[in-house]
């Protein structure tokens, strides 16, 4: 086998998308992804565009975004927008790890406050 074998349970995917009306069309993209503290940071682009109108595409990406990070509790990682943060998203963390966790720290460009929510439950601000 010509591989790399990992052991850390903690590898994650960080998976978030844009539920706003204009999901399609905003372009949030690229979005750099990086553990608060360091100069590491990956760049993240939206998928592909597959929808076609006849003979050209529509220019329309889905605004989601899958990124690998290390999910050991306690661990901070920022998300940096180079364009306009959607005001409403979904994140979910994929893990073989019960244990995995994290902080996000997104930075608005706004001063309106906002909500997190939880299977359908608004968690309070800590």
């Not at 889905?62 to 998203?89: C, H, W």
């Not at 930075?107 to 309070?124: C, D, T, V």
Request: include cysteine; charge should be positive.
């Amino acid at each position: 086998m010509n591989a790399y074998l990992c052991h850390r349970q903690e590898l994650s995917i960080i998976l978030f998308e844009s539920e706003d009306d204009d999901q399609l069309r905003r372009a949030m993209q690229p979005i750099y992804i990086s553990i608060n503290g360091t100069k590491m940071a990956n760049k993240l682009n939206a998928f592909m565009d597959h929808n076609w109108e006849g003979f050209y595409n529509t220019i329309g990406r889905m605004s989601r975004f899958p990124g690998l990070i290390d999910g050991e509790k306690g661990s901070v990682y920022n998300l940096t927008y180079t364009g306009t943060p959607a005001k409403k998203q979904r994140f979910t963390l994929i893990s073989q790890s019960k244990e995995a966790g994290m902080t996000i720290r997104i930075h608005y460009p706004s001063a309106q406050s906002r909500n997190l929510m939880k299977n359908g439950e608004i968690i309070e601000f800590n």
